[in-house]
């Protein structure tokens, strides 16, 4: 992996959650309303010239090198990730709790812009949320380097738009692989089921 | 299934084209300059404060209700779908082809939007592509109603953000069951492999 990772302070880390996690919020706000509006020609054509002008005062200053990840304390902290990622309006975002019994759980709610077959989650989303779930848990919450090497997803119904739960959990470990499995849920109990491998990857095991 | 289905005129469908799809580009676009941007914190609030009044103003008249499909000519069109919508800033999108050996076929461009690890694609959103992907094998172009079953992705290496391509195929099909492959590659060649099976719901089995 050539990614390479920048520290960063806990100043710059108060900026991220004061400055930049508001306009993602703000962004996905108006992602969702792009979806569903189906406003006047004259107010799309003016959302549409507004959007691109703030567009470019977005990128006249710095923006972010691709490929850099940051870590807070050591620890990865993944700004832009596309299911958690604070700083990432794609992300609904998912916030990945730790259990005492060692299971990882979030909440969270998907709106018009997940759909897939109209009013229920798109498989592909699906399979997102619980590829972040299987991984948090099978990496103890991203603090250990592993990749994903199969994932397994069963569909037993379609899952609804709206709040849903997410789990996850370490199965068993054997060697340099870690099986883990997780469910998707609504309030009629669970629609999704995952299990998944992931692999210590070959530079991680030579640092041991 | 609860899904009502509306019948989308050419009329509309133009405006689609002409109004709102040109809105969602640029959605995307913003989106993209979200996850990059590392402005000055006042041009990130003034950012903010006007992305949510383009949002108030896309809301203000008839938004789309939810859990409604649209088809143009009896077949659908997923305006809001996750991968495809042409409505969707989440979508890519993907634009999928069928070629004479009956594969389907897509080539698109993701960016820092859809990152899991620092430069790579997040294992979860190649999942989604390639659950579309062999979706659209499975349903014939979504013209035959079908669920994934089950979807098995398999990582070889990490893909890298940009440039993409994803291929899928029926390789058999027994009764209500459809068995898909498909594929996610960059310019080095294939990075992720699935398999999936679709099942015909029994409402669609009980009309033949």
Not at 29 to 46: E, K, Y
Not at 187 to 202: D, H, L, Q, R
């Amino acid at each position: 992996m050539d990614a390479t990772f920048e520290a960063l302070s806990e100043a710059e880390l108060d900026r991220v959650a004061a400055v930049y996690a508001p306009l993602t919020q703000a962004v996905r706000g108006l992602v969702d309303a792009t979806v569903r509006t189906r406003a006047d020609d004259d107010v799309i054509q003016q959302a549409r010239t507004t959007i691109e002008a703030v567009t470019r005062s977005l990128l006249s200053q710095r923006t972010r090198s691709s490929g850099v990840g940051y870590r807070v304390d050591g620890r990865p902290l993944p700004l832009s990730n596309a299911a958690t990622g604070p700083c990432n309006p794609i992300a609904p975002p998912l916030v990945v709790h730790r259990d005492e019994d060692g299971r990882y759980r979030s909440e969270f709610v998907l709106g018009a812009a997940y759909e897939g077959p109209p009013g229920l989650v798109h498989g592909g989303v699906c399979a997102l949320v619980l590829d972040q779930m299987l991984g948090e848990a099978a990496s103890e919450g991203m603090t250990k380097p592993l990749f994903t090497g199969t994932i397994t997803i069963r569909y037993l119904r379609g899952t609804p738009l709206g709040p849903l739960r997410a789990e996850a959990f370490i199965e068993r470990s054997e060697g340099v692989k870690a099986f883990a499995r997780g469910h998707l849920s609504d309030a009629s109990g669970v629609a999704v089921e995952a299990e998944g491998v992931f692999v210590k990857p070959a530079w991680a095991r030579e640092a041991e």
